[in-house]
């Protein structure tokens, strides 16, 4: 990587038990994909730290990252776990862009953070589908954020008969580290909207799609842009996609398997499994995933 070409963190969240263990194939994925000068951590809970599995330390010790802790209690109330990713994206890193992962995806295609991230935007891609609101919800969100609702409309990746209100995945997430247009650090305006909308009374389903349902209002907020990325590198799996392979007339770069079967379904376990004994030497045998079974 040159002086003129961009530094990149890539972050997860690693916590017990199904989640430890997917971070760790991520992990593995990150070494084998991207060019070695890329950042990798993994952000545990701090109250769950303890639980970790010793294999997951050594894992992310041999492969060259960190296991890095942040707060969760009490910065939603209720408690919101879906809502650790806008958690762990508060915390600092060193280098000028992070993105934010979730921890049941894969790389699996050769790849560059210069693919990914444009200056002066999030990156992300749309959402696979909507099917548990109807549009009129986005009229109570930008009104609590005192916002126009977003001209731009979209056919979001599956399920999308007519294009819709700008809504996208928080299954990837790339961004600047610093405020750069003066409106706040990302990180911190994504968790600013998150707490304006959860106290909309009126909102059904605010959660578990607390992150997502306020991640283009953020990045508006923020001062940035959106850039929406091709579905090859975010290629969202399940739903209308389950026990469907990989399509042959695409370059997939990043999958997002949502499970251990699905994993196994479209045969990347094994791969998985491999570049993990490869970078450290060992494989999860002790603690397995839930629906995960040897073979």
């Known amino acids: 990587m040159s002086n003129s070409d961009p530094s990149l963190t890539i972050f997860y969240i690693v916590e017990p038990p199904e989640y430890e263990?997917?971070?760790?194939?991520?992990?593995?994925?990150?070494?084998?994909?991207?060019?070695?000068?890329?950042?990798?951590?993994?952000?545990?809970?701090?109250?769950?730290?303890?639980?970790?599995?010793?294999?997951?330390?050594?894992?992310?010790?041999?492969?060259?990252?960190?296991?890095?802790?942040?707060?969760?209690?009490?910065?939603?109330?209720?408690?919101?776990?879906?809502?650790?990713?806008?958690?762990?994206?508060?915390?600092?890193?060193?280098?000028?862009?992070?993105?934010?992962?979730?921890?049941?995806?894969?790389?699996?295609?050769?790849?560059?953070?210069?693919?990914?991230?444009?200056?002066?935007?999030?990156?992300?891609?749309?959402?696979?589908?909507?099917?548990?609101?109807?549009?009129?919800?986005?009229?109570?969100?930008?009104?609590?954020?005192?916002?126009?609702?977003?001209?731009?409309?979209?056919?979001?990746m599956r399920r999308s008969k007519e294009p819709v209100i700008p809504y996208f995945s928080s299954g990837l997430v790339a961004f600047p580290e610093n405020d750069t247009t003066g409106k706040g650090r990302f990180p911190d305006v994504w968790y600013d909207t998150a707490k304006i909308v959860d106290r909309i009374d009126t909102l059904e389903r605010r959660r578990p799609y607390l992150d997502q349902m306020t991640l283009p209002a953020a990045i508006l907020r923020a001062g940035l842009s959106w850039n929406i990325l091709p579905e090859e590198q975010h290629f969202i799996l399940g739903g209308i996609l389950r026990n469907q392979p990989l399509p042959s007339d695409k370059e997939i770069y990043t999958i997002h398997y949502r499970n251990m079967n699905i994993l196994r379904e479209i045969e990347k376990l094994g791969e998985a499994r491999r570049n993990h004994k490869r970078l450290t030497g060992e494989k999860f045998v002790r603690r397995l995933a839930p629906n995960e079974t040897e073979n």
């Open 21 to 156: 263990i997917m971070a760790s194939y991520l992990l593995a994925s990150i070494r084998t994909r991207f060019p070695g000068d890329v950042k990798a951590i993994g952000y545990c809970p701090e109250h769950r730290y303890d639980e970790l599995h010793p294999a997951v330390h050594i894992a992310h010790e041999k492969m060259g990252a960190e296991i890095r802790t942040f707060k969760s209690d009490g910065r939603f109330d209720p408690a919101y776990p879906h809502g650790n990713k806008i958690l762990a994206c508060l915390e600092p890193r060193e280098t000028e862009w992070s993105m934010f992962v979730d921890s049941d995806v894969l790389f699996i295609r050769d790849n560059l953070p210069e693919n990914i991230i444009k200056p002066g935007h999030v990156s992300c891609s749309l959402a696979a589908s909507m099917v548990w609101a109807e549009q009129s919800i986005w009229d109570d969100i930008y009104a609590a954020l005192e916002m126009d609702i977003p001209a731009e409309r979209y056919h979001l």
